[in-house]
Each structure stands twice: as structure tokens, then as C-alpha cells.
């Protein structure tokens, strides 16, 4: 016989691709037609045949692995089986499931807080009925140079849509405004919404009582669910009159109708509507604007309609020469709060992304750091289970069958935490976190169908992420190789320990994080505010009170020290504008005061002068801050004249930077110039040390007897940042709260490790302790293991976080420190300490124990 | 007969045949052989192949593995036996053709007469 071989590689392509069941019958064919063609016609076509044949061969019916039909068996009645297995093998292994569990739900409780928030914040108006035809009309007009789109149109232009654009159904004007409401025993400022009567055909929000329609009729009021509350307390509102002043005159309106709170999220905040012909009558259509929507019928869509205005475009240009139209666009209502920073007098806010960004990361960390346990702490407790894998796979397993019980356990685990995490989320962090953040989120499992698509996707995401590599790891053992006690090949621990370093690191990066927003906040609350903030009151002046009428009443006070007056601020009102110096310009803070408004809030001088008393308020001086100095490239001997709103002023002084905006801004470019009295809107008083408090509401009380129309707003000049210190305390809380989470699962990841790598070598203790091992000598033995990793982990986390944190801190705060020496190795101490305690739980049982118990175990 | 499942093709036919003939050798390359000889029909052997996983599925022919050789490397057959069914089935289509070829005119008589 020839010793000629069939082609090696289409031989092996066929071993590979062919269904090992069905490859002996089949590659003994092809090799006996071979040989039988090699005698027949030579080699060179034998073996084209036989490639031939291999290729003719790869069809579906010899690839695929499934059984003959015959073999197909019931898998159903499995499940039961892996059930009941699952739930027992979670109760046999108790501390290392706990471990796994109280990690994925502490993750997956923060991943429902964050999505909350994030959905909260950029999913909006998708509830109405039909919100896919609802548009909001934005026209564009060229300002200075540039395309502004519009969120208003004229009344009139609103009207030609409605009765000449086809495709149009509907048109609802809106327009909004801060009114006075009174009742018989109450009176509020509120907001107040005109709307077309046929809102609510277009708009769903739910009916509560009376007619929510019935504000077709002028003098009707509909009113939300809240502001019921709010306005009448428990009482019936229905049929109430509601006195509410326009344009200084006082109308009465009925309560009709009460809605209700939409079953989502609306960036439309409707309290009281009322008839929009009420706000429109007596006005100029051509002179008056409001928010239009146009609600499409079914043949027409955005493009269409949008070339449809065309004929209104020429319209309104034909009116407003000064304000032309360029084109009219239709913004979806969907995406109207999240497009709102594009389009002038729109409706909605834009989706603020740093929050955003920070609470993914922090889901996402949270959950990697789970995960990662989990698969760590899994693989170690499955390779408890490789006997049983085995003997499984002896009598006839299959690796399928396998991995679909390994999954199978998995979800229960995955749903335990799933439910432990949302139980958590509603109980504790969501509250908590309303708390720090000032929202009112609550888990409404029933009706939220995104929660539940997201807690399905999640409990998906987890189950697989979790337990795919412990499944197809454990389950790709061959019997053989586990009978003869060979499995414990150090190959793969590569990735445990991987894993280990991995979670460390992101504790090492959060630990410095919350280590260094603690050290920014405390010095921030020392900082020095640039001027003296204590023993000053704010009072802002209303409408009808002078800054003289003021002033002569204070002056009669004793415990007041000094007045001044000025237009907004430091630290919460101020204006900011363009001056122009030279070639440069940029926009600075500007703070208009009368002459001794610097000298009294302390300010320091740092060349010149502060302006003369009794300076002529016309006079054009300026004082500013080093920072202007800095930014235009000043000096005192190089002083140049600086224009602002076209008038030219000279700068008389420079005063020392002070923070009159949050500490999360740097300072930027200020100055002071002087203001006539005519323009003051708020009082600076100084007032005796100590008496701050007791004469706040003695400048109130003199407040509400001057105007008595009107609330009194007085304000502590060292107060001003309260808000923002609360925030920040909100962040840093947050901060602190990832950190803390963060070291809880490594530590949790490391402490089930340990335990586990300890209880699989507890014999190798046994005997050593036998042979007179000291505790050390074990302690060590164990150290050894973590060490490498730990110290892995605090280089890499330390170096990470120096450039992450660095970034966080920048956008947290104005000004902060770098981080330093010391809050890194104060990370890395608290790190090794715990790792060091949690390991140490674990020695202290190898410790005790007696080796003999060990020993004699089977 | 019903179905679609009991008819029966001209390649199906002609290896059913075969594997007849053959008897107690019948495996998918003797299957291949026997038809090359004796009809000069040269079929691929997944095509064979293909067709007797039909006909075994049909329910016309059983097997079993056996009788490795050296020129297989040692691999083992898949033998092929006619079931009682699948020499029903031979029958029925016998009888079938019989039948319709004994209803053809007959040209020779045509032509003497």
C-alpha cells in the first residue's frame, strides 16, 4: 500500500468542525475512499477528492453538537433539581454566600439610587398619551451674529399656525408668572400657568376631582393636587374662590378642577392654570410671546411640518422687520428639557452631567467591586465542589448540564441580593441620599415600568458577570484529572489575584477621595472669605422703602456700627459685565456701592485708596481686586482707564481678592464702582459684635412696619455660603459613603479569600502545627499570599488617584490642596489596617485550633 | 401511505437497494462503491452519508458501529441493515412500477400488426 497521507489540514478541519459523535464513522470514510482513490487515479487527485469530500462534508448536520432526537431528554424536571441543590449549597456554604450576598445588594442598592436620580433628571414628559406628536415651536432669529432659537412666539404667529398649517391638530399657548393668590385666611406668591382650554386634551395629566377642563370659562381656576393641599389643607377645594392679582388688579376665580400628579416626570410645572384669553386680553398679540405647542395629526411628522411654516416664516418677517424669523423648527416634546439650554425661554432644565457622570462611576465601582468578589469568592467555593463535579460528570453530567446549574444557583444568590438590595435602597440610601441632595425620590416598584426594565437588565447583567467564569472554569474539570486530586493547578489564580489588586486599588482611589473632600471641606469652613464676614446684616430694600427712609431709621438704633448700601451683594447677588481695557475685555464681577461699602465689610487695601467719603456718586472711580490686576496685567504705576458700558473709569485702589461667589468658584476679576442711591437695592449694616442674631430680627421687625406688604428678607453676611457648605457636606457625605462602601466589600472580598484559601490548606496547618509550627510561622504563611497584592494595590491606587481625585477636586472646589504625602499614606494605612485586621480574624481560628480535630477528619 | 416522511426519492431508492444487496457489508463507502459500479454513477460521500441518516430517520434502515480496519486507521463503520419496514417500502414501490409499467401500451405490437 502507498504510505502517501491524506491532506493533514483538511483532515484536521474536518476533526475540528465535525460533531465528535458522528467523526469516526466519518473520517474513517473519507480516509478508506483516500486510499482507494490513490490506487485508482494517484495521489494528486486522491487528495483533491478528499479535500473535496471535507468540504462537501461541512454541512450543518455533522457540525452541530446537539444529540440524535432519540437522546433528547426531559431537562424541565431539572430545574427542580438544581433548586433544590442551589438552595442547599447556599445554606452549606453560609459565610462566604452571606458575603456575597450583603456585597451585590449594598452594589445594587447604590445602582438603583443612582439610576433613580439619573432617570429622574433626564427622562422626562414621556408620559403624555401622545408625546411623540407634540412639539414645542421654536423659531430662529439672528442676534449679534449668531442663530438663537427661540422657546416663545408671537400670539398672533401662534394663531396663524393653528388655522393655516396643515397637520396642526391642536395649539397650546403657555406662559408662566409669579402672582399673589389670596384666600380668606392665606396669601402666597406663586406661580400660575395661562394655558389654551385644550391642554389637558393634549397634555395627560390625571383628573382628581371636579372638571379639569371647565378653565374654558374665564373666570375658572384649575388647580393641582399639591397646591390644594398646600392652599386648603384637607378641606374639599372644589368651589373655592382664589382672589389673584394681575396687572395690579385683583380678580376672582373659582376652583373648578383638580389635577393630579402625572405618572411621570414633567418639565412643565403646572400649579394653577387659567384660561390663557385672560392673560392675553387686552395685549398686543404682535407685542406678546408665549411657549407654543403643536400637537401633529397622524400624517403629518416634524420634517413635513417644519417646511410647512414656511408660510408663516414669510408672514412674521413681513411684520417684525427688526426681529426677523429665519425659519421655524419643532422641537419634540421628549427632548425639550434636555435640548432647553439651546433654545432661549424655553421650558425645562438641562440634565446636570457632573452629578450624572459621578454617581455611574460611583454604581458602576460598587458593582465592579461585587462582582469581583463574587467571582473570586464563587471559584474558590466551587473548587470545594469539584468531587461532585466529577461524580456528576461520571455518570453522564454534561458540561451544559453543568454550567446550567452553576447559573442556576447563581440567580438565586443574585436574586436574594437583588431583593436585600432594593429593601435597602428604599429604606435607607434613597432617604438618605433625599437628604444630601435635596430630591424627592421614592422606589414605586408597581408603576415604574423603567425600574423594572432596569432591574431586570441589571439582574441579568449580574447573574451572568457574576457567575459565567466560575460556571465554565468548574465545569471544564475533566473527571479523571479531578479523581486523581490534580485540579489545584496554580494557572488560574492569576486572575483571583488580579481581581484582589483590582478592588483594592479602587478602595485605595476612594479612600484617598474621601480622605481629601474631609480635609478641603474642614479648610474651607476656616478659610479666609478676604474680608470680615461676621457682625453684618443684609437687608434687601423692597419697592416702596429708600435707602434714606432705611438709613435715618437705623441710625437711631444703637447697637449699629455703620450702614452702607449697594446693588447685589458679596457673596450672593452680583452682576457680572463686560469691560473693556485696551485690546483685552473680559466679563467681571461688578458691585455697585455707595463710598464706605468696602471699609465697612472690611475688604483689605492693598495700594491706592478706598474711594473719598462724600465722593461725588457720578465720579468715575473704580476700586478692584488683584485678581483684575492679575488678569489685565496691571500695576499701580501702569494703571489704565477701563471702560464698562462705555463709560471710562479710573482705577483709584486695589484691594485684596475676596471671595464673593462660592467657594467652588476661583476668584475671578471684581470691582467696585459707585452707585446713586436711587439704585440701591440692599443695606449693609454693621452691627455691634454679638448682636447679630437679636438685631436680625430687629431689622425685621423695623422691615414689616415699613412695608408691610411685603416679607422681610434679611440676610447674615456670614450665612451667605451656608448653601454651599451644605453641598459640599452633601458631596463629601457621598464621598465618605463610597469610601466606606468600598473598603467594606474589599474588606469582605479579602476576609472570604482568606477564610477560604485558609479552610482548603486547614490540614497543611494541621500538620505543621503538628510538627511544631509557632503562630507566627502560619500567620506568615498566609501574609505572604496578600501581601504582594496589597502592596501592589496601595502603588497603583496612590499614583490612580493622585490624577482622578486631582480632577474631582478641581471641579469640587475653587481651590483645594494637591494631594499630598499625607492623605495618601493615611489611604494606604487605613487599607492595610483593615486588611491586616481582616486577615488576622481569620488566623486568630487557625490559631486556636486543635490540629488534631483537623486531622482526623473522614 | 401518508405524509411526506414515506415517500421515497430515486437516490434514497437506489442506496435502500444497495444496502439490500450489500447485505451484511453495506457501510456508506461500499454504498458509494457498489452504486459507482454498477451505474457508473459516481454520488459524494456526504451525499451518501446524507441520505442513509435519512433513511434511518424514515425508519427503513438500522445500524451499528463496528469493524475497524487499518486502511480506516483504525476507525470503525457505521453498518447499515434493511429493516422489515424498509423491505416493505421496496416492495410497495416494486409493485408500484410493475403495476404502471404493465399498463404501457406496447409499441412492438403497434408496429407488427
Known amino acids: ?858 | 401511505m401518508k405524509g411526506k416522511g414515506t415517500y421515497i426519492g430515486e437516490l434514497e431508492e437506489l442506496v435502500l437497494l444497495v444496502v439490500g444487496v450489500l447485505n451484511d457489508e453495506a457501510y456508506a463507502v461500499a454504498v458509494l462503491k457498489e452504486i459507482k459500479d454498477q451505474t457508473g454513477r459516481e454520488v459524494n460521500i456526504s451525499a451518501i452519508h446524507a441520505v442513509l441518516n435519512r433513511l434511518e430517520d424514515k425508519g427503513w434502515l438500522s445500524s451499528n458501529m463496528g469493524g475497524a480496519s487499518q486502511v480506516r486507521g483504525g476507525r470503525r463503520k457505521r453498518y447499515y441493515q434493511l429493516t422489515s419496514a424498509g423491505r416493505q417500502m421496496l416492495e410497495q414501490v416494486r409493485s408500484l412500477r410493475e403495476r404502471l409499467y404493465n399498463q404501457l401500451p406496447s409499441p412492438s405490437l403497434q408496429f407488427t400488426t
Open chain 1, 1 to 858: 500500500m502507498n504510505q502517501r497521507k491524506p491532506p493533514k489540514w483538511a483532515d484536521r478541519f474536518l476533526a475540528w468542525y465535525c460533531n465528535p459523535k458522528l467523526l469516526e464513522q466519518i473520517q474513517g470514510d473519507v480516509h478508506e475512499l483516500f486510499y482507494w482513490r490513490l490506487e485508482e487515479k494517484g495521489p494528486e487527485k486522491a487528495g483533491r477528492a478528499f479535500v473535496w469530500d471535507v468540504i462537501r462534508l461541512f454541512k450543518w448536520s455533522n457540525i452541530k453538537r446537539t444529540k440524535r432526537k432519540t437522546q433528547k431528554i426531559n431537562n424541565i424536571a431539572m430545574f427542580k433539581t438544581y433548586f433544590k441543590i442551589g438552595l442547599r449549597n447556599l445554606w452549606k456554604q453560609r459565610m462566604p454566600s452571606t458575603i456575597n450576598i450583603i456585597g451585590l445588594s449594598l452594589a445594587i442598592g447604590c445602582c438603583i439610587v443612582s439610576f433613580k436620580w439619573i432617570e429622574f433628571n433626564t427622562v422626562k414628559d414621556n408620559f403624555h398619551k401622545r408625546a411623540d406628536d407634540i412639539y414645542l415651536v421654536t423659531p430662529v432669529r439672528t442676534v449679534d451674529g449668531y442663530k438663537n432659537r427661540y422657546g416663545k412666539v408671537r400670539l398672533d404667529v401662534g394663531d396663524k399656525i393653528a388655522s393655516e398649517v396643515p397637520g396642526v391638530d391642536e395649539v397650546i399657548r403657555l406662559r408662566q408668572s409669579e402672582v399673589k393668590i389670596e384666600t380668606n385666611d392665606n396669601t402666597f406668591e406663586n406661580l400660575i400657568s395661562f394655558a389654551d382650554p385644550n391642554f389637558f386634551e393634549v397634555f395627560s395629566f390625571p383628573e382628581v376631582h371636579g372638571d379639569v377642563g371647565a378653565f374654558k370659562d374665564l373666570s375658572a381656576v384649575v388647580i393641582s393636587e399639591s397646591f390644594a393641599e398646600t392652599m386648603f389643607g384637607t378641606e374639599y377645594p372644589i368651589g373655592k374662590v382664589l382672589r389673584i392679582t394681575l396687572d395690579d388688579e385683583v380678580l376672582n376665580f373659582e376652583v373648578r378642577g383638580v389635577f393630579g400628579k402625572p405618572r411621570g416626570n414633567s418639565s412643565i410645572r403646572l400649579e394653577l392654570i387659567v384660561n390663557f384669553e385672560v392673560y392675553r386680553r387686552g395685549k398686543d398679540p404682535q407685542n406678546n410671546t408665549a411657549n407654543t405647542f403643536v400637537l401633529l395629526n397622524e400624517q403629518a411628522n416634524q420634517q413635513t411640518t417644519q417646511a410647512n411654516m414656511a408660510s408663516i416664516v414669510e408672514y412674521q418677517r413681513a411684520s417684525d422687520e427688526r426681529n426677523p424669523y429665519e425659519e421655524i423648527k419643532l422641537e419634540p416634546l421628549i427632548t425639550m428639557a434636555s435640548n432647553s439650554n439651546d433654545i432661549y425661554g424655553g421650558l425645562g432644565n438641562t440634565p446636570p452631567m457632573a452629578p450624572i457622570v459621578v454617581l455611574t462611576c460611583i454604581g458602576v465601582f460598587m458593582l465592579i467591586l461585587s462582582i469581583s468578589n463574587y467571582v473570586n469568592i464563587s471559584t474558590m467555593m466551587a473548587m470545594k465542589r469539584v468531587k461532585e463535579i466529577g461524580v456528576r460528570k461520571v455518570i453522564g453530567g454534561q458540561r451544559r448540564q453543568l454550567i446550567m446549574q452553576f447559573m442556576v444557583e447563581n440567580l438565586i444568590l443574585c436574586v436574594l441580593a437583588m431583593v436585600i438590595g432594593a429593601l435597602l435602597a428604599s429604606a435607607f440610601f434613597l432617604p438618605w441620599f433625599n437628604k444630601i441632595s435635596g430630591s424627592v425620590l421614592t422606589l414605586d416598584i408597581e408603576h415604574h415600568k423603567n425600574l423594572w426594565l432596569f432591574l431586570g437588565a441589571l439582574l441579568m447583567f449580574v447573574t451572568f458577570a457574576s457567575g459565567a467564569y466560575p460556571a465554565f472554569y468548574i465545569s471544564s474539570f475533566k473527571p479523571v484529572v479531578i479523581f486523581r486530586g490534580m485540579q489545584r493547578s496554580k494557572s488560574k489564580r492569576w486572575l483571583t489575584s488580579l481581581l484582589l489588586t483590582f478592588q483594592m486599588t479602587l478602595a485605595i482611589i476612594t479612600i484617598v477621595a474621601g480622605v481629601m473632600f474631609v480635609h478641603t471641606n474642614k479648610v474651607n469652613e476656616s478659610r479666609d472669605w478676604g474680608y470680615d464676614q461676621y457682625s453684618k446684616l443684609v437687608v434687601r430694600l423692597p419697592e416702596k422703602v429708600t435707602y434714606q427712609t432705611l438709613t435715618s431709621e437705623l441710625e437711631k438704633l444703637p447697637d449699629v456700627e455703620g450702614i452702607a448700601g449697594s446693588r447685589g451683594f458679596i457673596g450672593l447677588f452680583f452682576d457680572r459685565r463686560k469691560v473693556v481695557l485696551e485690546e483685552q475685555e473680559d466679563y467681571v464681577a461688578i458691585f455697585p456701592v455707595t463710598d464706605n461699602y468696602a471699609e465697612l465689610m472690611e475688604v483689605r487695601l492693598k495700594e491706592g485708596q478706598f474711594f473719598d467719603k462724600g465722593i461725588n456718586t457720578q465720579s468715575k472711580s473704580i476700586l478692584v481686586n488683584e485678581a483684575f490686576m492679575n488678569r489685565f496685567g496691571l500695576s499701580i504705576d501702569n494703571l489704565k482707564p477701563v471702560t464698562l458700558d462705555s463709560t471710562t473709569y479710573a482705577v483709584v485702589g486695589v484691594v485684596e481678592d475676596f471671595h464673593y461667589s462660592s467657594f467652588s468658584d476661583i476668584i475671578r476679576p471684581a470691582l467696585f464702582k459707585l452707585t446713586a442711591e436711587d439704585d440701591i437695592t440692599d443695606v449693609t449694616v454693621k452691627v455691634r459684635e454679638g448682636t447679630a442674631l437679636t438685631m436680625r430680627e430687629t431689622l425685621k421687625d423695623i422691615m414689616e412696619e415699613l412695608e408691610p406688604e411685603e416679607r422681610a428678607q434679611v440676610y447674615v453676611q456670614d450665612a451667605v455660603f451656608d448653601h454651599h457648605f451644605e453641598e459640599m457636606d452633601g458631596i463629601r457625605n457621598i464621598m465618605l459613603f463610597t469610601a466606606t462602601l468600598s473598603i467594606l466589600l474589599s474588606a469582605m472580598g479579602l476576609f472570604g479569600l482568606v477564610s477560604i484559601n485558609i479552610s482548603s490548606r486547614i490540614r497543611d496547618f494541621g500538620i505543621k502545627k503538628v510538627l511544631g509550627a509557632t503562630a507566627r510561622h502560619l500567620s506568615n504563611d498566609v501574609y505572604r499570599k496578600f501581601a504582594v497584592i496589597l502592596a501592589i494595590a496601595v502603588l497603583v491606587g496612590g499614583a490612580l488617584s493622585v490624577f482622578i481625585i486631582e480632577m474631582l477636586l478641581d471641579s469640587a472646589y475653587g481651590y483645594h490642596e494637591s494631594i499630598g504625602v499625607i492623605p495618601l499614606s493615611l489611604a494606604a494605612i487605613i487599607l492595610l489596617f483593615i486588611a491586616f485586621i481582616t486577615i488576622n480574624t481569620q488566623i486568630r481560628q487557625v490559631k486556636k485550633m486543635n490540629p488534631a480535630e483537623t486531622l482526623r477528619v473522614e
